[in-house]
């Protein structure tokens, strides 16, 4: 199998350059977890070969993305969503639950603005910061996931 690399990407609130930052690094697949889906459409118009998924945000006004998507992708199932409708800014325990009942491998959320990375019971839980204004006292981040033949491995990288 070719190694396939995702990059998940969160709340970019408006700034256009966060996200022309992110498209600058190639991968096989993009999601976005909402917040900034405006930018996102333009991001669209000028990768129009490239393969972006997202969600709807908060912040998301008007938005026609669902709440919640599923991507089967490398025989990895990769459930996604904003996290607002899921309480992340208490705990990720609903996500984490929502995923095993699912047979989820990787769980992305964002909404906090904070890098997470959890790992039990065969389910990642990442949520990639914030591309634009985090609130962790770190720098604007993304979160990559490489699925290969030697299983997943998912890092944090500022932007």
């Known amino acids: 199998m070719k190694n396939i690399r995702i990059i998940a990407f969160s709340d970019t609130h408006g700034r256009k350059s966060a996200m022309y930052k992110i498209f600058e690094r190639q991968a096989d697949v993009y999601i ?36 919640i998507d599923l991507l089967s992708i490398g025989g990895k199932r990769i459930m996604f969503t904003h996290g607002h409708n899921h309480g992340v800014k208490y705990s990720t325990d609903r ?58 491995f998912c890092a944090h990288a500022e932007l």
Do not use: W
Request: charged share 30%; with cysteine; glycine share 8%.
């Open 95 to 152: 996500l984490f639950y929502l995923a095993l009942e699912n047979k989820i491998d990787v769980m992305l959320y964002g909404h906090t603005h904070c890098r997470d990375l959890q790992y039990d019971e065969g389910v990642y839980v990442i949520n990639p910061g914030s591309a634009s204004s985090p609130r962790d006292f770190k720098a604007p981040s993304y979160a990559y996931i490489d699925i290969t033949d030697n299983g997943i």
């Open 32 to 67: 976005f977890l909402g917040d900034g889906e405006r930018e996102l459409d333009e991001m669209r118009k000028l990768y129009p070969d490239r393969k972006i998924y997202n969600v709807k945000g908060n912040c998301d006004f008007g938005s026609m993305a669902p709440d």
